[in-house]
């Protein structure tokens, strides 16, 4: 009789050399992602030095004095990162830094421009920013490079995040108690000749302590309550932190007459809380909670009552009415650049952006853009926002642990409402906040916070390429 054949098993792979072959093919991924970064950059340096040349052909029709400075400054801001990612992040997100440069680069172009335009206009009495705002570019890269060569791991973060929140409730405050009182907020700390804006790392430390906390006790949050007019609502007890979260934004605004941080301070929470639960009762009692807030205080504080009316009626700054109270027409100077701006704008440097005041190279960069770059660099500018803030939900997406989803989540979705407050106050879309336009206004604090929030994406990024590992 003739015995069986015998059909061989398939050969079985160890899940070590499993994991070893993934480790490799993420390996050789890495040269990739550094080349298109590398190319990119490329990209920048070349845009961003012809618009510093332009500029200065443009409006004086001579090539501009601080060329070599500026190429400098934004060679450093390319090749030193990007070495230092090749060494210590190779798998990082190739965009991430080509996007924060550009932003940073046109942000310098256009304080360049405005510059030229304040010296031949004295009666503002602005001092040059575009040589200060270089030199804490620098500052920020440099802090960048620092996080990412100290924090080899983002999930740390996670052993201190009640003291990140400890530090971030006194830097939101101080302000309140030690802060100056300057443009009707009290939102800087003048420490001798410098302004510190605390706001801005605000929001990178909540992002931090939002994620921890939510890491922990999402399964409590995501526990459904009572249904109310179809929509199923949280339980009463588990209220308690978005109700603490909302009362601290709207001390923030009473105390400090600063809209801005305060609707980015909750909106953060709601988002990653959203996002953690997967729960639309939550965005749903966040927006009726800041719906109230804003309402009773606007009605209240007399700071944020003349802004509320001086966005419903603009062009009444240019009144006899309006004079007499003493309105700013900055709203309404902002408005008319953006209309004559149209489509392709009137040129870099051909533009009257001195018109709007002081506020044309922090509160009003932007209305730069519609003018002299028109629709079309408006939309490239937030075009270029939108992709930044994709690229870090998409970290946060692909990141492996929870903590890192919802940090990558948090500091883009800081990112999204800071754009939007500033682009839809400047534009008539929502009451003027008076926050820097992220990258591109001038402020030392919001671009040394930007590059630590760069800095965090990258590193998550990075960690989110690899295998699984013990902390």
């Known amino acids: 009789m003739r015995a069986p054949t015998r059909v061989p098993r398939k050969a079985r792979v160890p899940e070590r050399d499993v994991e070893r072959t993934m480790t490799f093919a993420a390996l050789a991924q890495a040269p990739d992602r550094r080349r298109t970064e590398a190319r990119l950059l490329v990209l920048v340096v070349l845009i961003t030095v012809f618009g510093y040349t332009y500029t200065g052909l443009s409006m004086g029709g001579l090539r501009p004095g601080g060329l070599a400075v500026f190429t400098a400054g934004m060679l450093f801001m390319t090749l030193v990162p990007h070495l230092v990612l090749r060494r210590y992040a190779p798998r990082a997100d190739p965009l991430i830094l080509p996007l924060a440069t550009l932003l940073t680069g046109i942000g310098l172009v256009l304080l360049h421009r405005l510059d030229l335009t304040y010296a031949q206009t004295p009666r503002l009495k602005t001092a040059q920013a575009a040589n200060g705002q270089l030199l804490w570019t620098v500052i ?38 030690f802060g100056a009182d300057m443009y009707g907020a009290k939102r800087w700390i003048l420490l001798g000749p410098l302004s510190l804006q ?55 605004l009473i105390f400090e007459r600063d809209l801005g941080t305060s609707l980015i301070f909750f909106g953060v929470f709601v988002i990653m809380l959203y996002m953690a639960t997967d729960r639309t009762s939550w965005v749903v009692c966040g927006l009726l909670m800041a719906t109230v807030g804003a309402a009773v205080v606007g009605s209240l504080e007399p700071h944020v009552h003349g802004r509320v009316t001086a966005w ?10 309006g004079q007499a109270e ?27 952006p001195e018109l709007i005041g002081f506020a044309g190279n922090s509160d009003f960069i932007l209305t730069t853009v519609g003018e002299e770059l028109g629709l079309a660099g408006v939309m490239a500018v937030i075009m270029l926002y939108v992709l930044l803030a994709q690229r870090g939900l998409r970290v946060g997406l692909s990141a492996r642990d929870p903590f890192g989803k919802l940090l990558a989540v948090g500091l883009s979705g800081a990112l999204l409402l800071q754009v939007f407050v500033v682009s839809g106050g400047v534009t008539g ?11 591109l206004a001038k402020g030392g604090s919001s671009l040394v916070a930007n590059w630590v929030m760069v800095a965090l994406l990258l590193r998550i990024s990075d960690r989110a390429q690899r295998r699984r590992e013990p902390l």
């Open 140 to 177: 920020g890269v440099m802090v960048c490079l620092a996080i990412l060569l100290l924090l080899r791991d983002h999930r740390i973060l996670q052993r201190y995040i009640y003291l990140t929140m400890v530090i971030a409730l006194v830097l939101l405050m101080a302000p309140a108690f």
């Open 198 to 252: 605390p706001g801005e790392f605000v929001k990178i430390m909540i992002s931090v302590f939002f994620a921890g906390y939510l890491t922990v006790n999402r399964d409590a949050l995501a526990l459904a309550g009572r249904r109310v007019m179809g929509i199923q609502l949280p339980p009463g007890r588990q209220l308690a932190p978005i109700f603490t979260i909302w009362a601290i934004s709207l001390l923030v």
């Open 312 to 321: 419903l009626d603009p062009m009444r700054a240019f009144t006899k009415e």
């Open 326 to 352: 003493h309105m700013s027409n900055q709203l309404a100077e902002a408005l008319l650049s953006f209309g004559s701006g149209g489509i392709s704008g009137s040129g870099l440097g051909q533009g009257h």
């Open 429 to 439: 879309l929502i009451p003027l906040t008076g926050k820097a336009l992220p990258f």
